[in-house]
Every structure is written in C-alpha cells, then in structure tokens.
C-alpha cells in the first residue's frame, strides 16, 4: 500500500485554514505531544529558576514542596491544608483572588482559595507529594523534582495541569475535558496573536473553527464564556500567562486578553518542529497491539507507519467504548455486582484502624469483580472520609461492568460529579453574582421568561428590576448559604423545569444612609432548562423577590 500511504501522509501535511495554517499531522503532535520534540509550541531550554518563581502556581508549588521538606505538615479534620499555611502564600500577593479581595469570601482556609486546591491536587496526582494519615508530605520523587531543571519543573506541571486535573472544578459549564483537550492549541495561537489584547471570543471562535465537534457541548454564547473562565482565568492565569479584563459599559463589552512578558519568556514557537521517529521496538509493539485488536474486534486496521503507540491505545480504546455504547450494554450499581458483603455503616466507624480495615475488605470486593478505585489520597479524602464516600456514594454508582478479561477504572471525579447537584451551584452563583454590586449582574442566568409580579415577563424587564433592587445598596455582603434537603416537595409541572428550596443571610448597607441591616430566612428559586442549560426563572427570599 505504498502509493495509498504516500497519498494519506501528503494530505496530512498540507497546511489547513481551519487549523490557522497548520496541518494536520502539526496539529496532531500539538495534542498529544504538547511541548514534546514534535510539538511547535516549546518551552524555551534557558528558562531560569528566576523566572519560574515568577509564575504563581509553580511558585507556590515549589514553596510547599521546600516546607514538606523540611517535615510533613498536618492537615485539618477535612484532610484541607492548614489555614495558617494557605492566608501566608495568599498573603504573598503573587495570585490575588477577586471574591477576596472585594470581602466577599473570607479567606479561612483551603476551601476558599482555588488555587491552593489546585497546587495540592497537582503534586498529590504527580506523586510529589503524598498523603499519609492526615498528613502531608513529601516523597522521594517530590524531592528529585525540586533538583529538576527549571524548564523540566514547569513542563511536568504545565502539561499534568490541564491532562489530568478537571479544569472544570465547580465552574458549571458542562462536565466535559473536551474543552482542555485543545488547551496546547491555544498556547500556539497565543504566541502567534497573543501580543495584541484581543476579545477572548475571537480565541473561541478560532477553537470553534478548528474543533467544530465543542458545538455540541458548549452552543451558543456558552464556549466564548467556558473558554474564558476554564482556559483563562482558571489555567493560564494562574501561571501568569496572560492578562484578562473586561470593560465595564452598558451593555458589558466582551473580556479581553494579552499575553505576558512571563509567557514569552517561557515559550516559542517552533515551525521545524520534527516528532522523534519510532524504534523498532515501537514499530513491533504497534504491529502486535494491531493484530490483537483485529482478533478482538474481527477487523482489519490500515495505519500509517509512523501513527504513535498513544494514538493507536486512544483510537482503539474509542471504538471499543463506541461499540459498547452501540450494544446498549445495561448499567448496574456497584453495589449490586459485589454481593452480599456485610459492611460496617459509616456511623460506626469508631476510628482510623477500623476505617482501614473496611476499605481494605470493600476494595478486596470490587477487584473480585475487576473494578478499580483510586486510593484515598489520590482523592484527597482522609481514610475516614474515603470509606464514607465508598460506602455512601461509589456502592450507589452505576457502572457498565467490565467485560471478561478487562477491567474498568472509576475515578473518584466520575463518582462525584455524579451526585453534582447543578441547580444548587445555579442558585449560589445567582446569590453571588446579586450581591455583587462591583460588576454587572450575567444576564444568562437568567430564562428568556421570567416571572415577575405574579406575571411572565421578558428576561430584560427582570433586569430593570434586579438593577433597581442592587442600587438601593451601596454594598451587600453575603453571610451564608445553605440548601434545604429536608424541605417540602413541590412536583414541578415538567421534567423541564425544577424548584430548590434554601437559606440565606446577607447584610445590606442602604444608600440612603443607616445602620447596616441583616436579612436572613427561607428562600426559593425555580428553573427552566432552557437551550439545554438550566436557568432561572424566578427567586425569592427575604428582602428580595422576582
């Protein structure tokens, strides 16, 4: 097939305008080998221990490793690092947080600054770090890692960042790495348009061009907005990569971005870029994972010579999940595949010893039947903890069991998004956003519809009310928030729409003057599930209702 070959690889090295003049086989290597010999994007070999320290997150991934090696650090009851620790690397001002810094989070730990989360979850998932009987430290590749070149550091840490970490922690765009998956496709485009601050919709609709297949997740207006929280605020910033603002007119104009000094200083472009050819060994192990494949799936594979082993593991594994979805293959609960094994409730557990002893014999179970879970430190849970979300929340998880010979995997990620209650994020992030005078309320919260009044009326006449309700403050502070679980049922009218139930506190400063005030009691919010998202339609609480 010589002739058939020459003809796939030619076309796969024409530059593609969808791609902004790559082709395909750039791209390709762009992907999956981000930073890699083949890659155009690469990280410059004189990067010094200088400038590394000027990026935020590796900074403050560099400073934890040095304190873990001085001796392990004791973590809360929550498995969270100490208060004192997070107020002192936030206290050093490289990575200020918006909420924080505006009074409307209290920074009292780990839970209230993402970034630390973030710097924890990286080293414990790069086996940096270690955790141990609630407490945290370091290991012996943590500690060759801080030895490493700077260039090296930064490489390990940039790419584990958006392969293996969700970047769409608590962010409610949809639950999906599809979007971080382009993430080195971005960093191309920035050093090539980057300099010039540019709205962060002309990014997304060049990701739009090049990835048609984000449509179907992110529609509309929702990739321009997942984009710039996901990719901007919540990776590239963090590294001090880029800067992003946002004008405040009426209507709000779009943010805007512009690389840094940092990241030119850290990347280049590479145009000759060439991919290491494969070995022997390669080629042999490509060929043999071929010919199993083809016994397994009764097919034959044509593949060019020089396909990489990962693409050909990913591809394979596609078409296998394809024809699973295909065979419409039911779903079990986990809890059901292993038996009749009597465990010990959670209430029960009466300490550390008998925690381990439960995960030990509940972990036994699920191998028996070829499932895999993560250890607790991997799901940064104290053994305590991990046994109750083994108990509570993976037992109750319903999986497609393994097939024979195989075995399947569940991440903790999968497990708990499950249970992820998007409506209660809505409505925390609708209390927020209203109690946030400093920036314009995000119209798409909020339905098309809105009732008002007793009366349906247009999603901007519940704007001019909002806006009216916010300028009698000159500031609201949000004191507390917690959904209703055990409240009353309300059967919505449609599986379309939903109601949640919830308690609020917040104090107001009036602008006409006066002592501050204090609202707090029972509220309500009501969605409509609109274009595929849920939005609100109305919401009601003390001292505030539409």
């Known amino acids: 097939m010589p002739r058939l070959d020459s003809s796939i690889r030619g076309l796969n090295e024409e530059p593609r305008d969808d791609f902004e003049g790559l082709s395909s086989s750039q791209m390709r290597q762009l992907l999956y080998f981000f930073l890699g010999p083949g890659s155009l994007v690469k990280v410059r070999d004189d990067l010094d221990a200088a400038t590394l320290a000027e990026l935020p997150l590796p900074r403050f991934a560099t400073d934890l490793l040095n304190d873990l090696a001085k001796g392990e650090i004791k973590l809360t009851a929550k498995g969270n690092l100490p208060g004192k620790l997070v107020k002192d690397y936030y206290a050093t001002g490289r990575l200020p947080d918006y909420a924080i810094e505006r009074g409307i989070t209290k920074l009292t730990g780990e839970d209230d600054y993402l970034p630390m989360q973030t710097v924890k979850h990286l080293l414990l998932q790069l086996r940096w770090i270690k955790k141990r009987q609630n407490r945290l430290s370091i290991t012996a590749k943590g500690k060759k890692a801080l030895r490493l070149p700077p260039a090296d550091f930064f490489r390990e840490m940039f790419v584990a960042h958006f392969t293996g970490f969700n970047l769409g922690w608590w962010d409610m765009y949809p639950d999906t790495s599809m979007l971080q998956h382009f993430a080195p496709y971005l960093t191309f485009l920035l050093l090539v348009l980057g300099e010039t601050k540019r709205p962060i919709t002309d990014y997304s609709s060049r990701l739009r061009r090049a990835f048609p297949m984000l449509n179907e997740d992110y529609p509309g207006t929702l990739l321009d907005r997942a984009t710039e929280t996901r990719l901007f605020e919540r990776y590239l910033a963090y590294y001090g990569f880029v800067e992003v603002t946002r004008e405040r007119y009426n209507p709000p104009q779009p943010a805007t971005v512009v690389v840094t000094d940092r990241f030119r200083r850290v990347f280049h472009l590479d145009r000759d870029a060439r991919p290491a050819p494969p070995s022997e060994e390669e ?37 296998r999940e394809l024809e699973q979805q295909h065979s419409g293959a039911p779903t079990v609960r986990i809890g059901d595949l292993i038996g009749d094994i009597k465990l010990v409730p959670p209430r029960e557990i009466t300490g550390l010893s008998m925690a381990r002893r439960e995960i030990s014999r509940l972990t036994e179970a699920l191998r028996a039947q070829r499932i895999l879970v993560q250890e607790a430190e991997a799901a940064e849970l104290d053994d305590i903890n991990f046994y109750e979300y083994l108990y509570n929340m993976l037992l109750n998880h319903e999986i497609v069991p393994p097939p024979p010979g195989t075995k399947r995997m569940v991440p903790f990620h999968e497990v708990f998004l499950a249970n992820f209650d998007p409506l209660e994020a809505l409505t925390e992030s609708f209390l927020l956003a209203l109690f946030d005078l400093d920036h314009t309320f995000p119209a798409d919260l909020l339905a098309r519809e809105m009732r008002l009044d007793n ?19 000159t500031s609201i502070t949000p004191l507390a928030f917690e959904v209703v679980t055990d409240g009353p049922h309300v059967e919505p009218p449609s ?31 009501e969605f409509l599930l609109e274009d595929d998202e849920w939005r609100i339609t109305g919401a009601e609480f003390p001292g505030f209702a539409f």
């Open 495 to 525: 599986d379309r729409q939903a109601i949640k139930f919830y308690l609020v506190a917040y104090e107001v400063v009036r602008r006409a003057g006066g002592a501050p005030e204090t609202f707090e009691g029972p509220g309500v919010m």
């Open 283 to 319: 080629q042999y192990e490509r060929q043999l994972k071929t010919a199993l494949f083809d016994a397994e799936m009764g097919s034959q594979t044509m593949i060019s010579d020089d396909l990489p082993l990962e693409m050909l593991e990913a591809f394979q594994q596609q078409i």
């Open 455 to 473: 009366r349906v009326v247009p999603r901007q006449r519940a704007l001019e009310h909002l806006r009216k309700w916010r300028k009698e403050y």
